[in-house]
């Protein structure tokens, strides 16, 4: 029987990396294989989000008597769960929780690394059938070795992630992850219950003719940005325009398709919200370090986006994140004396 050894499962394309590096001692793979893991599982559980009917209602109880919990409880409880049995992890932060969870037994407080996650983003289009998606990040803890972790390991500025990645339930089920040496997409192969490697090496597209925003918003956003929408809506010198608008409010889904075929997404600041919606730690951060390392950009208008200092766990920024061309356009507008930026 052929066997395609082409195509590597993400186990496999972690255990090759750590040929590369003799003295990994394999922690980081393992943490990956963890939230592989949970990942298929929340898949199989999103897969039958419409069945929720039949099933029971979030809050009842099912036919087999179990009680259904929401989908985004559910995938917070997968990855907590996977991340606190395996042995690489010291704590984890969720969108889903108030507090850091510090798991506080001697394998895990001499792991090095803490995670955090935004288990089911884009929750609200479960019952629309629209993608959505989990967003992980991984960061090297800066507190002793043997003790438990503490806040100040996840209160780090997004460039100290080691790893960031995040899983699109989609047409097709993908988790795509980056190290600093690059980022590589995996597909779930339903035949054999794998991510296998589907796409090597994701590069962004240094331009592209997407623009993603919610543009109910526009008259609540700033002159500037205002500016470089209208630009995207026009044949200008500036933006290139016009450019094609996808917005779907599942941002896994937005940035994921602007990441591949190149484009900007952003959620800026309002007047009712001037941080905007997205969270620093648990959205921004690890899309700033996957898209940065596969050649875009990422600010929040002022700052780039992993320069800055969290100070809470769940704070806010505005985003602008996507291909470098289109993104260094903005800037200009953004960074224009405030006569210039008016619309
Ligand atoms: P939620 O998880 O509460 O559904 O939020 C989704 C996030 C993000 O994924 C998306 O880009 C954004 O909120 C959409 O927000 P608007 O509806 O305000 O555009």
Known sequence: MNINRQVLTLDEFTI?????????????????????????????????AGLVDILGDAGTMNVQGEEVKKL?????????GVLKHGIACAGIASEELDD???????????????CMFDPLDGSGNIDVNVSIGT?????????????????????QPG???VAAGYVIYGSSTMLVYATRRGVNGFTLDPSIGE?????????????????????GNFFQYDKPVQKYIDGCQRKTKTTGGPYTQRYIGSMVADV?????????????????????????????????????VAGGKATNGKQRILDIQPTELHQRTPLFIGSKAMMEELEVLLNAEPAEAAV
Not at 17 to 41: M, Q, V
Not at 100 to 114: A, E, G, Q, R, T
Not at 281 to 290: G, K, Q, R, S, T
């Open 195 to 215: 991510f296998s490697l589907s796409h090597p090496n994701i590069q962004c597209p240094e331009s592209g003719k997407i623009y993603s925003v919610n543009h």
């Open 100 to 114: 850091i969870v510090v798991f506080d037994d001697p394998v895990s407080n001499n792991s090095k690394y803490v």
């Open 159 to 161: 460039n100290k992630q």
């Open 256 to 292: 994921h398709r602007n990441l591949i075929k190149g484009g900007i997404f952003m959620y800026p600041g309002t007047t009712d919200k001037p941080k905007g919606k997205l969270r620093l730690l648990y959205e921004c951060n690890p899309f700033a370090f996957i898209v940065e």
């Open 135 to 155: 967003i992980f990040s991984i960061y090297r803890r800066v507190s002793e070795l043997g003790k438990p972790c503490t806040e100040e390991d996840f209160l």
């Open 72 to 80: 985004d409880i559910y995938a917070n409880n997968q990855f907590m």
């Open 16 to 48: 090759q990396g750590l040929r590369d590096f003799p003295k990994a001692t394999g922690e980081l793979s393992s943490l990956l294989r963890d939230i592989g893991l949970a990942a298929k599982r929340v898949n199989v559980e999103v897969n039958k």
